[in-house]
C-alpha cells in the first residue's frame, strides 16, 4: 500500500510541538501536565482513563443496595460542623425515598456553604451501613439539576495540584485538537475500529458497555490501542538494531593459540565449563569478531556461572590487543568480581606486563590517580568497578568490550556514557568506534517480555547449572515461630556452616512495623551466646567497614551474617548453608529469589526460611501470598521470572523507571501474545515498505521516549 500523505505543518505542530524550555513562563497546570507526560495533543489522546465513573443515571436511595456507588440527588436537612471524635462535617439528606448521612474530615469551608440545609444537591459515592443508619464518606457534590452525561466519566491518573475536572478539559481539548489519521498499511490488518473511533470510546464510552470489557481491556477499541502501542515498540526496537547495523567496532579475532590468555585461563579454572557456558562464550566470540557492535544480553539463574562467561570475553578482548570494562552497580558486586578475576587473570596478565584495574567512588585520591594512569595509558586491560568507571577523567586507550552487570540497575545515560568511552580510530579512520556490549541479568526474563523489550538484543542463556550444586529447600515459616528458627541456626552452625540473617530495614522505624537489622543483629548475639560471631551489614556503613564484615564472613571468623538486601547478588560463600529472610512478605520475588541463591553455592545441603508476618488479619495479602507460594513451590529462575511479571507487570519487572525503558502502558505481554506477534511480523516489512508511516508511527506513541531504546 502507498505510504498515506505526510501531514500538513499545521498539522504537524499539532501533534509534536517541542516541549518548552523550563522556567518559560509556565503555569502552574502546565508543569503538572508536564510532569505526567502530556505536552502534544498526541500525548492527551493516549492518555487513557485508570477507570470510569457512572454519571449517566440517578438512584433512589430505597432501590441501592450497602456496598454500591450510587448517584443521588436530595434535599440536605441539616449540616453541622462536629467534633467527634475529630473535627468533621456531617450533613443528613433526604431523596423522597430513604435518608442518609454524609460525612466528611477534610473539607473546604465552601463545602459547608453548598450543603445549607434546604439545598438540593447530587451526590455521588459509595454507601454503606451503620450504627446510625446509612452513610456516605466523602462524596462527591454537585449541584442538582444539571444534565446528566451520556457517556461514563473517565477518571485519569493524576498528581497533587491538578483535579481530575481541569485534567478531563485539558484531556479533551487534545484530544480534539490530535490527528488521528491511520499509520498502519491497510494490507497488514484491517481493524474492526479505527484508532479515532477507538480513542474517542475509551475516553468517554457509552454505559450500556459492559464495564468488564473495559477493565480487562477486552473490547476491540482496546485491541486496536494494545496492537498500536506495541508496533510502534517493535519497529522501534528494529530501528534501533538497524541504526546499530550502520556503526562499527573493532573486530577482534579470536585467538586460541595454547599461548592466548584465554585458553590459559581455561587451563587454570579449578572447574569445566558446562555446556551452556561454552555455548555462550562461542555466541560472544563470534560476535567479537564482527565490525557490527554486539549488544547482547547474558542471562542466567542465580549460581549459573555468568562471572566466568565474562571472564572468557574479556580475555578474547585483551588477547585482541584491546581494553575491557566491567560495571556493577554496588561496591560489593563489584568487589566480588574483582577479587574473583583478579584470582583468575592478574598473574596471567602481569606476564603480559598488563594488569587489572579497580575504580571506585569511594577510594583514596592517590589510588584512583594510579588506576586512571593504568587505564589511560592501556597497561589496565581490564577495568572493574562501579559508576566510577565512567567518570569523566576516566579515559580509556583503547576500550573494546564493555560489560554492565545486573543491567537493568543502571540508567539510560549511564549505559550511554560507558558506551561512549571507546578509544581509538577504525582502521578506515572514519571516526571512532562504538565498543561491543555485554549485558548480565541474574533475572531470567520470560519469552514475552524478551520478545518486546529486548528485541533489539541478542540472547545468550545458561539455562544449566554447574554440577555439584544441591537444592535449596525454602520453608515457609510465621514469625511467631522464630524460637524453631533459632534452633535451625544452632544446628546449623554446630556442624561448622554459616548463616544470612536478610532485614528488610537498618533501624528502627516509627513509620513501619517491621524488625530491623541492628536490633536483630543483638538478639541473635544474646540467643546464640558469646561463642557466636555476629556481624552487621548495610548500605550505609563506610565501604572499608563493609569489606572488613564481607571479609570476616568469607574468612568463617563470622558464623552468621546480618544483612540488609546489600547481598543480594555477587556474594559468594560456599559454607554458608541457611538463608533467613525477616519479613519476607515485603520483599519482591525476583530479590527472595536472588536471596536464596546465596546458599546452596557449596556441596552441603542448604535451606531458605521465609520468615513472614501475617497482618491484623492472620493473613498476608493477595500478592505477598502469590510470591511467597511460587518460592515454595519452585526454586527454577525462568518459572520465577514468568510468575514475577504476571504478578507485577513489565514495568516493575524491569525496574523501567530505572532503566528507562518505556513502559507498556497499555498490553499486557501475558495475555497479548498473539498482538505481539503479529507487531513483531510486521514492524521490519513496514520499516522497509513504508517508511514514513513507520517513523510517523513512532512518534505518535513513543515520541522522546524512543531514545531509550537506542541505549
Not at 456531617?90 to 431523596?95: P, S
Not at 572493574?384 to 545515560?413: C, M, N, P, W, Y
Not at 518505556?662 to 513496514?686: C, I, K, Q, S, V
Amino acid at each position: 500500500m502507498p505510504a498515506a500523505a505526510s501531514p500538513s505543518p499545521q498539522q504537524k505542530s499539532s501533534s509534536a510541538s517541542p516541549p518548552a524550555a523550563p522556567g518559560s513562563g509556565l503555569s502552574a497546570t502546565q508543569r503538572a501536565l508536564r510532569k505526567l507526560g502530556l505536552v502534544r495533543d498526541i500525548d492527551f489522546a493516549l492518555y487513557l482513563p485508570m477507570r470510569y465513573e457512572d454519571e449517566t443515571q440517578i438512584v433512589k436511595l430505597a432501590d441501592a443496595h450497602d456496598g454500591d456507588v450510587a448517584q443521588i440527588e436530595a434535599v440536605v436537612r441539616s449540616c453541622e460542623v462536629v467534633y467527634r471524635p475529630r473535627r468533621q462535617l456531617i450533613a443528613t439528606v433526604d431523596d423522597g425515598s430513604d435518608t442518609c448521612q454524609l460525612r466528611f474530615f477534610n473539607f473546604y469551608p465552601s463545602l459547608h456553604k453548598q450543603l445549607a440545609p434546604g439545598s438540593r444537591v447530587r451526590i455521588r459515592g459509595e454507601l454503606k451501613g451503620g450504627f446510625l443508619g446509612r452513610q456516605m464518606l466523602h462524596p462527591t457534590i454537585k449541584a442538582a439539576g444539571t444534565d446528566l452525561p451520556e457517556a461514563l466519566t473517565p477518571v485519569y491518573s493524576t498528581i497533587s495540584g491538578l483535579a481530575q475536572p481541569a485534567l478531563r478539559r485539558e484531556v479533551r481539548a487534545g484530544l480534539a485538537r490530535s490527528i488521528l489519521d491511520e499509520t498502519i498499511p491497510l494490507d497488514a490488518w484491517q481493524p474492526q475500529w479505527s484508532l479515532r473511533q477507538s480513542l474517542h470510546f475509551l475516553h468517554y464510552p457509552t454505559p450500556d458497555v459492559a464495564m468488564a470489557t473495559l477493565e480487562d481491556r477486552s473490547h476491540p477499541a482496546w485491541q486496536r490501542v494494545k496492537a498500536e502501542e506495541l508496533l510502534a515498540q517493535q519497529l522501534s526496537q528494529q530501528q534501533a538494531r538497524h541504526e546499530r547495523a550502520s556503526q562499527r567496532a573493532p573486530a577482534l579475532r579470536p585467538n586460541v593459540s595454547p599461548g592466548s590468555l584465554s585458553e590459559q585461563l581455561l587451563a587454570v579454572l579449578p572447574f569445566a565449563l558446562t555446556g551452556a557456558q561454552r555455548r555462550a562464550v562461542e555466541e560472544i566470540g563470534r560476535d567479537l569478531g564482527r565490525e557490527l557492535p554486539m549488544h547482547r544480553l547474558l542471562q542466567g539463574d542465580v549460581g549459573s556461572g555468568k562471572t566466568v562467561v565474562a571472564a572468557l570475553a574479556a580475555a578474547l578482548t585483551i588477547d585482541a590487543g584491546h581494553q575491557c570494562a566491567l560495571m556493577a552497580p554496588t561496591e560489593i558486586l563489584a568487589a566480588q568480581h574483582f577479587g574473583k578475576l583478579v584470582q583468575w587473570l592478574d598473574p596471567l596478565l602481569a606476564e603480559r606486563g598488563l594488569r587489572v584495574a579497580w575504580l571506585t567512588g569511594s577510594q583514596k585520591k592517590s589510588e584512583r590517580e594510579v588506576m586512571t594512569a593504568a587505564v589511560e595509558s592501556g597497561e589496565a586491560a581490564l577495568v572493574i568497578g562501579t559508576h566510577a568507571v565512567i567518570s569523566e577523567k576516566v579515559r580509556f586507550a583503547r576500550l573494546a568490550l564493555a560489560i554492565i552487570d545486573e543491567q537493568h540497575r543502571f540508567g539510560v545515560a549511564q549505559r550511554l556514557a560507558l558506551r561512549g568511552k571507546a578509544g581509538g580510530l577504525n582502521p578506515e579512520g572514519k571516526g571512532a568506534l562504538e565498543p561491543h556490549l555485554l549485558m548480565m541479568s541474574a533475572t531470567p526474563i520470560p519469552r514475552t517480555l524478551a520478545m518486546s523489550y529486548y528485541a533489539d538484543l541478542d540472547v545468550s542463556t545458561l539455562d544449566e547449572l554447574p554440577p555439584g550444586r544441591t537444592p535449596v529447600v525454602t520453608k515457609l515459616v510465621a514469625d511467631h515461630r522464630r524460637d524453631e528458627v533459632i534452633d535451625r541456626i544452632q544446628a546449623q552452625l554446630s556442624q561448622g556452616r554459616q548463616v544470612y540473617w536478610v532485614c528488610p530495614l537498618i533501624e528502627e522505624s516509627e513509620a513501619v512495623d517491621l524488625r530491623n537489622a541492628t536490633a536483630t543483629r543483638d538478639e541473635l548475639a544474646d540467643a546464640l551466646g558469646d561463642a557466636v560471631g555476629v556481624g552487621l551489614l548495610h548500605s550505609r556503613m563506610p565501604t572499608a567497614e563493609k569489606q572488613d564484615v564481607m571479609a570476616q564472613f568469607s574468612a568463617g571468623r563470622l558464623d552468621v551474617l546480618v544483612s540488609t538486601t546489600v547481598i543480594e547478588v555477587g556474594v559468594d560463600v560456599p559454607n554458608a548453608s541457611l538463608m533467613v529472610i525477616e519479613h519476607a512478605e515485603r520483599f519482591g520475588l525476583s530479590q527472595l529469589h536472588q536471596l536464596r541463591g546465596r546458599v546452596g553455592r557449596g556441596a552441603a545441603a542448604s535451606a531458605c526460611v521465609l520468615l513472614y508476618a501475617p497482618g491484623e488479619s492472620g493473613r498476608v495479602g493477595e500478592a505477598a501470598r502469590a510470591r511467597l507460594r511460587a518460592m515454595a513451590e519452585t526454586a527454577d529462575g525462568f518459572e520465577i521470572a514468568r510468575r514475577d511479571l504476571e504478578i507485577r507487570g513489565p514495568g516493575e519487572f524491569l525496574g523501567a523507571r530505572q532503566s528507562g525503558a518505556p513502559l507498556l502502558r497499555f498490553a499486557d505481554l501475558a495475555t497479548d501474545t498473539r498482538l505481539l506477534d503479529w507487531a513483531r511480523e510486521l514492524a521490519p516489512r513496514m520499516l522497509q515498505a513504508h517508511p514514513e508511516l513507520a517513523q510517523r508511527h513512532i512518534d505518535r506513541w513513543l515520541g522522546t521516549r524512543s531514545e531509550y531504546l537506542r541505549a
